[in-house]
């Protein structure tokens, strides 16, 4: 088991309003990707993952802490055999997916672990609330995020953060999300990785 560097409490981690997701690795020109507090990885080939790992070992962005979606990338198995992969992985700090079971699994490993959820109706948010109180991951990540702002009420007293994903196109957007509770957003737009750049409160 590798020796991993976060805490299991991964609100400190949040400190920033958006999660950069990247579904294409990572440029040659950084961007406003160093000013943010924690890194999602989706999509990609399963051959590119180290080459991607090594990168974000460098500065500017040894420091930040990296989350590969289990679930997204093509060739690596989201079942308990890609978990122990991406575990020997030394600059992979945790996981995000949609399967529950592999939580506990990926805690033992060393990582920890984002749930993604989908709110679709009322049933998948009563759904939500069983999943999390089950399998007990370190964050639960909420698509479409537009959806979380309505039943963000639902959510309030869980021991863990709350992320919003999917959908999420403007900066007013990213306001009303964090005014609702969640502790970050993340999406592939680029340009709302900017706002890291400014206090949380003016995002």
Same mark, same amino acid.
């Given at each position: 088991?590798?020796?991993? $560097?976060?805490?299991?409490?991964?609100?400190?981690?949040?400190?920033?309003?958006?999660? /950069?997701?990247?579904?294409?690795?990572?440029? /040659?020109?950084?961007?406003?990707?160093?000013?943010?507090? !924690?890194?999602?990885?989706?999509?990609?080939?399963?051959?590119?993952l180290p080459a991607l790992m090594k990168t974000l070992a460098r500065a500017p962005y040894v420091s930040i802490p990296v989350f590969l979606h289990l679930d997204l990338v093509n060739g690596?198995?989201?079942?308990?055999?890609?978990?122990?992969?991406?575990?020997?992985?030394?600059?992979?700090?945790?996981?995000?997916?949609?399967?529950?079971?592999?939580?506990?699994? +990926? $805690?033992?490993?060393?990582?920890?672990?984002?749930?993604?959820? *989908?709110?679709?109706?009322? $049933?998948?948010?009563? $759904?939500?609330?069983?999943?999390?109180?089950? @399998?007990? /991951?370190?964050?639960?990540? !909420?698509?479409?995020?537009?959806? *979380?702002?309505?039943?963000?009420?639902? *959510?309030?007293?869980?021991? !863990?953060? +709350?992320? +919003?994903?999917?959908?999420?196109?403007?900066?007013?957007?990213?306001?009303?999300?964090?005014? +609702?509770?969640?502790?970050?957003? @993340?999406?592939? #737009?680029?340009?709302?990785?900017?706002?890291?750049?400014?206090?949380?409160? #003016?995002?």
């Amino acid at each position: 088991m590798k020796s991993r $560097r976060l805490p299991k409490d991964l609100h400190a981690h949040l400190s920033k309003p958006v999660i /950069p997701y990247l579904t294409a690795g990572v440029g /040659p020109d950084p961007g406003d990707l160093p000013a943010a507090s !924690m890194l999602f990885i989706g999509g990609g080939e399963l051959a590119e993952l180290p080459a991607l790992m090594k990168t974000l070992a460098r500065a500017p962005y040894v420091s930040i802490p990296v989350f590969l979606h289990l679930d997204l990338v093509n060739g690596l198995a989201n079942d308990e055999s890609g978990l122990r992969y991406a575990a020997t992985l030394d600059r992979l700090d945790g996981i995000i997916t949609v399967r529950q079971h592999l939580i506990q699994p +990926a $805690r033992k490993l060393g990582l920890l672990s984002v749930l993604r959820l *989908f709110l679709q109706d009322g $049933r998948a948010v009563d $759904r939500g609330l069983q999943v999390i109180e089950r @399998s007990g /991951p370190d964050a639960i990540e !909420m698509l479409p995020g537009v959806a *979380f702002a309505e039943v963000a009420d639902r *959510f309030t007293g869980l021991p !863990m953060p +709350a992320i +919003a994903g999917g959908l999420i196109r403007s900066p007013d957007l990213v306001r009303r999300i964090l005014a +609702a509770g969640a502790k970050a957003v @993340s999406t592939t #737009n680029a340009d709302l990785w900017a706002l890291n750049r400014n206090p949380r409160q #003016n995002a």
